[in-house]
C-alpha cells in the first residue's frame, strides 16, 4: 500500500521556522514527483512546494519562494519553512504524482495522498 505520512505540524510564532517532514513508502513508480499542499480554513487546497527524485528539480510557489526549501529522496521529503506567517496556517498535505511537475503545482496531477499536518502561526 502506498503511504505518505506529513508529520511536523505544530504551534510556531510568527516569523519563526517549521520543518515538515514525508515519509513515502509503497509508490509503485521507480521515480515519481513529491509535492507538497495546503489548505487553509475556508480557502481551497494550494500547491506549496514539489521535488522530483527523477532529478532533483525543485517547484515552489510564489508565496513560499524567498522562505522555503524543499529536500529530500524517495524516502523522505522535507519542507522547511522561514519568517512563517499568519497565513501559513494551514492543514498540509504531501502528495506523490508519477511525472507532474509544474509551476501551477496543480494538486490533481497527484495520484497518491497522505493525511495532513496541522500548522498553525501565531501572533
Known amino acids: 500500500d502506498v503511504q505518505l505520512q506529513a508529520s511536523g505540524g505544530g504551534l510556531v510564532q510568527t516569523g519563526g521556522s517549521l520543518r515538515l517532514a514525508c515519509e513515502v513508502s509503497?509508490?509503485?513508480?521507480?521515480?515519481?514527483?513529491i509535492g507538497w499542499f495546503r489548505r487553509a480554513p475556508g480557502k481551497e487546497r494550494e500547491g506549496v512546494s514539489a521535488i522530483s527524485t527523477y532529478d532533483s528539480r525543485q517547484i515552489y510557489a510564489d508565496f513560499v519562494k524567498d522562505r522555503s526549501t524543499i529536500s529530500g529522496d524517495k524516502k523522505t521529503v522535507y519542507l522547511q519553512l522561514n519568517n512563517v506567517k499568519s497565513e501559513d496556517t494551514a492543514i498540509y498535505y504531501c502528495?506523490?504524482?508519477?511525472?507532474?511537475?509544474?509551476?501551477?503545482?496543480?494538486?490533481?496531477?497527484?495520484?497518491?495522498w497522505g493525511q495532513g499536518t496541522q500548522v498553525t502561526v501565531s501572533s
Open positions: 509503497g509508490v509503485p513508480f521507480d521515480d515519481y514527483v
Open positions: 502528495a506523490a504524482s508519477r511525472w507532474y511537475l509544474s509551476p501551477k503545482l496543480r494538486p490533481a496531477p497527484f495520484e497518491f
